[in-house]
Structure formats: C-alpha cells, structure tokens
C-alpha cells in the first residue's frame, strides 16, 4: 500500500500543475515496480516483463526522440538556406510559436546573440553586412492574441518597407489560427517539416478518426498535416 501511494499521490500532484511533462513523473515507477515485482513470479512473468521493458522503450524513444518537436531543428536548418538567400539590405523576422526554444547557432548566422525567455521579447541575431538583419522571435506558448499582436507589429514594418519578411513557424495543430484569422494580412503556409507532435497542442482525435482511408497518399498526407510544423509567410 506505501508504493502504491508512493505512485499515485505524486501523479495526482503534479495533474494539478498547469505544465507538466512525463518525464517529471518518471521516479514514480520505482515504487510501481517495488509494489508488483513479486506478481511476475510465475511462468512467463519474467519474458512478460521484459517485453513491456522492451516495448515500452521503444514507443517512447519514437515518441520522445522523434515525434516530440521533432520539427524544429529541420525548420531552423530550411530557414538557415531562405535566409542566406536574401540581401544584405533585407530584414528577416523570424517567429516561433507553441514549440520548443529555437536554437538560434542552426541559422548560421555571424554575429552576437542574446536571448530572453520571455515570451514578450526576442531572441535577435546582429550580422555583418554582408549577410541580411535577422530577428528570431521566441513566443513559447504565448496566447494566441500576444501571436497577433506581435504580428500586427512586423506587418506595418513590412508595409512600410519591401524589404522585410516576415515567417512565423507553429504547431500544424494550430493551423485553424493562421487560416481563419480577421485581420488584413495574408499568411501563406509555406513548408510543413515532419514528423512533429506537440504535446502541448495535439492534433484533435476527431481529426484522426475522421482521416479518410480510401488512398494511401490521402492518409499519410493528412497525417504529415495533422503531425507536422508549419512555416507560414507574411505577405
């Protein structure tokens, strides 16, 4: 009985956190297996246990190693290549929104870099002049209305000038935000990097369910679409 509230009263904790991730309630499987190893005694409870360990570790290096945000380094390594395209005299705002914290180093860009976690700020890289000014925007999982805000903002700065871009690089799940929006500008989705799964904003189950199965290239397409990262342009 003392495992087992060793197990599920850290678990009842931290559900009352408003953000968690599974790693943090990894220690509770200590006492899990310290309650139920004696079950495993009879035949077959050994290779049954280790196959769960087996499985078990596979599904979450998929998950963890691959699926979860797995579209932020490809995202930053693509703009690296559109960046490095433009002039000298060009501006570059880059935004991420409801991902991780984009490494800025992968942009390979020349210059100083500082940072600030908070989501009001932004990371900016200085160049040369050789190479374009860049600005590298870090929303984290700011509310949709800070996104537009912030939006509104590089969108007169790009209005009042032709040399400024501005990419915004978010969650496919959120999609819905950037093609239903009621405002002047023009957001054109651009690539998709996959696979990519937030766990902060999944794709909806009844989106999955509702996949049609008819073809083969229709089903991995919504897929790609469903677990992807969007890159969108300001136009």
Not at 62 to 82: A, D, E, I, K, M
Not at 212 to 232: H, I, K
Request: aromatic share 10%; charged share 15%.
């Amino acid at each position: 009985m003392f495992f087992l509230l060793c197990y599920f009263v850290p678990i009842f904790i931290m559900s009352l956190v408003a953000h968690h991730e599974p790693r943090y309630i990894s220690p509770c499987l200590v006492p899990l297996v310290l309650a139920y190893h004696s079950k495993f005694t009879w035949k077959g409870g050994k290779k049954l246990l280790f196959v769960g360990f087996v499985v078990g570790n596979v599904l979450g290096g998929v998950l963890f190693g691959v699926l979860h945000q797995g579209g932020v380094v490809p995202s930053l390594l693509h703009l690296h290549n559109l960046v490095h395209q433009k002039q000298s005299t060009e501006t570059v705002h880059i935004t991420y929104f409801h991902t991780y914290i984009p490494p800025g180093h992968l942009l390979g860009i020349n210059g100083n870099q500082t940072a600030n976690q908070n989501f009001r700020m932004s990371h900016k890289v200085t160049n040369d002049r050789v190479e374009p000014q860049v600005h590298l925007h870090d929303l984290a999982g700011a509310p949709t209305t800070v996104l537009f805000d912030k939006l509104r903002i590089l969108y007169q700065e790009k209005q009042a000038s032709n040399n400024t871009h501005v990419y915004i690089v978010s969650p496919s799940s959120l999609h819905s935000i950037f093609s239903k929006h009621e405002t002047d500008m023009k957001i054109v989705l651009q690539e998709v990097f996959f696979p990519h799964l937030s766990m902060e904003d999944p794709p909806r189950v009844q989106d999955i369910v509702h996949t049609r199965l008819d073809e083969l290239n229709t089903l991995l397409e919504e897929l790609r679409l469903m677990f992807g990262l969007n890159l969108y342009e300001v136009l």
